[in-house]
């Protein structure tokens, strides 16, 4: 695969990943919403709320997780990095927190299908196959591997000698 091949795919799953995660927090402020005016009027009763929001708001979580690791836009605690800038255990650093990184989603990806793999109950009021519910998991396990493995490949080519930052230089 060419490198503008990938680039090109890189840009459709991120614009995806912000697509879906934007489009699960409308479908939550709808059913939060359709719910008050269910409670305020009486009109009609919705039972199957909770499982619904419950389902949505996981998927919301893990595929914006994905597409924040993508912007590398996470939460991150930046003291040791700060205080490392400039100097040579800054690239062994990064290089440590990228080979987390991974561990992490590695470990997501592979005991998540498995768990999903597992499920065999249904939601009680729907009666939908729960593993729906959890497919995110492994999902989003897979998609912070591929990302993972591309921050560890950047961290160990800003190792090299002469290296230029490969982080600075990527477009979004």
Not at 82 to 89: H, I, P, Q, T, Y
Not at 134 to 160: E, F, H, K, N, S
Request: proline share 3%; charged share 15%; hydrophobic share 60%.
């Amino acid at each position: 695969m060419s490198g503008g091949l990938l680039l090109r795919l890189d840009r459709a799953l991120g614009l995806l990943l912000r697509v879906f995660s934007i489009a699960c927090l409308v479908a939550l402020t709808l059913l939060l919403t359709l719910n008050i005016a269910s409670r305020a009027s009486g009109l009609f009763g919705m039972n199957w709320f909770d499982e619904v929001v419950a389902t949505v708001f996981a998927w919301l979580v893990f595929i914006g997780a994905c597409a924040l690791w993508r912007e590398r836009e996470h939460f991150a605690i930046s003291l040791l990095s700060d205080a490392l800038k400039g100097r040579r255990l800054a690239g062994v650093h990064q290089l440590a927190i990228a080979l987390l990184g991974l561990l992490f989603a590695v470990v997501l990806m592979v005991y998540g299908a498995r768990f999903v793999g597992r499920t065999t109950a249904t939601t009680p009021v729907l009666e939908l196959p729960q593993a729906w519910a959890y497919a995110c998991l492994p999902i989003a396990g897979a998609l912070m591997t591929i990302y993972a493995l591309r921050d560890v490949w950047l961290a160990l080519q800003a190792l090299r000698p002469n290296a230029a930052d490969p982080v600075a230089g990527r477009s979004r």
